[in-house]
């Protein structure tokens, strides 16, 4: 008798990665309207409401991505720990960018995790590629969004460097 039924794997990796965007939403909520509004932003800087659902259709991608590597390498095994083990480094760099940028305040550290998280799903993709090509090509719209923000957080902390 099978005790986990067989769509489990796939909702549960797909879900994970908004365990860290739902965490981190009450920090973003918390700070939008007072710190964040205030900072001077560039002219291409996105609304604040395009933020949620692309970090949303992102993170599905990104879980429904290293679920189709676990399914491939057979689960949690000697095979799956680099490709598994990047794509869990990247996720916590990923989730800490909030805390970091919007919690702290920190403009500057964000902008190194933004890179430090853009170089892990690199990282994360290649080595996926040989594993299954969807899951690496999944991919390809978060590493665009990821140079995008970190574009974007370096033009925020260049601009408001002075600011407390």
Not at 35 to 63: D, E, H, I, R
Not at 69 to 94: C, H, T
Not at 98 to 124: E, N, Q, R
Not at 125 to 151: G, H, Q
């Amino acid at each position: 008798m099978e005790v986990v039924p067989a769509w489990a794997p796939a909702v549960g990796f797909t879900l994970l990665p908004h365990t860290g965007g739902f965490l981190g939403s009450n920090i973003t909520k918390r700070e939008i309207p007072t710190w964040y509004q205030t900072l001077q932003k560039p002219s291409w800087c996105p609304p604040n409401w395009v933020f949620a659902p692309v970090w949303g259709t992102l993170y599905t991608s990104m879980g429904y991505s290293s679920y189709l590597v676990w399914k491939e390498l057979g689960g949690f095994n000697e095979k799956s720990v680099v490709p598994l083990g990047l794509y869990a480094g990247n996720l916590a760099l990923n989730w800490a960018w909030t805390p970091i940028f919007f919690g702290a305040h920190k403009m500057g550290w964000g902008l190194v995790t933004l890179l430090l998280t853009t170089g892990t799903a690199t990282a994360t993709t290649v080595s996926w590629y040989n594993i299954n090509k969807t899951a690496a090509y999944l991919m390809v719209p978060y590493l665009a969004w990821l140079c995008l923000a970190s574009a974007l957080n370096y033009r925020i902390w260049k601009d408001n460097c002075n600011k407390k």
